[in-house]
Each structure stands twice: as structure tokens, then as C-alpha cells.
């Protein structure tokens, strides 16, 4: 039970107890739960992001690429299905702000490219 845990919040440190009960189909209370995570030496918490770098060269190359690959779509099937966002802050709060990590260490998560 033990390494099913350690794997479930490897691959997504940001689960909540109840997430982590449902995913692995356990019948046991979320007390229960926290008490295997303190014995494993995790702990939940508050993460600092990383944010990714948004004007690296390899970004600013990628940046170029799509807009010549936009250049050669025909202008009535580039304007055919624009959708038009305000600058409402939509993910301002979407990160999740703690995470499971061994006691000791600290998590970092570099933020998600959009």
C-alpha cells in the first residue's frame, strides 16, 4: 500500500486525501490516510512556482515559427472561428497553493506553459 501511495503522490503532489482515497479505491477514513503520509515522512505543504522562462530563445523560435505558419493560412479561414478573450484574470487563482513532499525538502513546481 505503501509504494501505491509514494507513486500516487509522485505523479501529482498536489492531491488532496480524498482524491488520493478515491484514486486508490480504499474503503478507510482520511485520518487513516494521513497518518500512513506521516509515517512515510510527507508532509502537506505550501508551494513557491517556479515560473518557466516565457523568453527563452527556444520559445522565441517557436513564437516565430507559429506565426509564419499563421501568415500562409487563407485570411477567410484565418477570421472564420475567432474566439475573443478579455484580460480577465480567468486562472488567477486555478494553482494549487500546497502539495505533499517529504518532510525536510521543499516542492517547487514550475508553472504549466500556456
Aim: with cysteine; hydrophobic share 35%; proline share 4%.
Amino acid at each position: 500500500m505503501k509504494i501505491k501511495l509514494v507513486e500516487t503522490i509522485n505523479d501529482d503532489s498536489t492531491i488532496c486525501i480524498d482524491d488520493i482515497i478515491e484514486k486508490l479505491h480504499l474503503s478507510v477514513d482520511t485520518s487513516t490516510v494521513l497518518r500512513w503520509l506521516q509515517k512515510i515522512n510527507h508532509t502537506w505543504k505550501l508551494t513557491r512556482l517556479i515560473p518557466f522562462k516565457r523568453n527563452d530563445s527556444d520559445v522565441k523560435v517557436e513564437r516565430k515559427s507559429y506565426c509564419e505558419w499563421y501568415q500562409t493560412i487563407n485570411p477567410f479561414q484565418r477570421y472564420m472561428n475567432i474566439i475573443y478573450l478579455d484580460e480577465s484574470p480567468f486562472n488567477l487563482q486555478m494553482i494549487q497553493t500546497n502539495a505533499w513532499w517529504k518532510k525536510g525538502k521543499t516542492t517547487n513546481p514550475v508553472l504549466p506553459k500556456k
